[in-house]
Antibody, heavy 119, light 108 residues
């Protein structure tokens, strides 16, 4: 079955960087986009960006441009999202999710990675 | 940029009731609306895509309708496991990850 398994929770200082991984299985990694979506505590869903694992091409939401880098390692079917210059407002659960293309539905989702920014 | 507005923010119902959740787009998204269910502490799960198509494994009590700017998710008879937060999402226009703010379906 299709699975997306994310890395564990992280605690970071303001100004630091965090890199979250999303290991996929059960399908051809390069055939689907990987989206990143975050959810601040008690809040809704916010799109961060996506990566096309086949080409490495990415698209980043306007509010994250210049701070987010998305990469992938096709040899291990894993996508990564790195967020730089962390602030307290970046405290959130970060989800990866699979999509059939650059503008498509998200199914399934990873379990989420809690990133806490704390001094 | 398209804005999706969900209503009500909270819906209090009992098991067995019929639930009707609304999602309104600031401009037409044709039929490119999906609905997700998120239970506490879990990732969202795709329920309905392209307005009315149930995702794999989703029970028939979930249905979707609408077009243009007004969309509805209906749960015909609530089961205890249906109490959760529901989000709509559009893919008609950029940016692709536009979500509504969510409707919390709680037990009355």
């Amino acid at each position: 079955q299709v699975q997306l398994v994310q890395s564990g929770a992280e605690v970071k200082r303001p100004g630091a960087s965090v890199k979250v991984s999303c290991k996929t299985s059960g399908y051809t990694f390069t055939a689907y986009h990987i989206y990143w979506v975050r959810q601040a505590p008690g809040q809704g869903l916010e799109w961060v960006g996506w990566i096309n694992p086949r080409t490495g091409g990415t698209e980043v939401a306007e509010g994250f441009q210049g701070r987010v880098t998305m990469t992938r390692d096709t040899s291990i079917s894993t996508a990564y999202m790195e967020l730089n210059r962390l602030t307290f407002d970046d405290t959130a659960v970060y989800f990866c999710a699979r999509a059939e293309g650059p503008n498509n539905w998200l199914d399934p989702w990873g379990q989420g990675t809690l990133v806490i920014v704390s001094s | 940029e398209i804005v999706l507005t969900q209503s009500p923010a909270t819906l209090s119902l009992s098991p067995g009731d019929r639930a009707t959740l609304s999602c309104r787009a600031s401009r037409s998204v044709r039929t490119y609306i999906a609905w997700y269910q998120q239970k506490t502490g879990q990732a969202p799960r795709l329920l309905i895509y392209d307005t009315s198509n149930r995702a794999t494994g989703i029970p028939a009590r979930f249905s979707g309708s609408g077009s243009g700017t007004d969309f509805t998710l209906t749960i015909s008879s609530l089961e205890p496991e249906d109490f959760a937060v529901y989000y709509c999402q559009q893919r008609s226009n950029w940016p692709p990850g536009t979500f509504g703010q969510g409707t919390k379906l709680e037990i009355k």
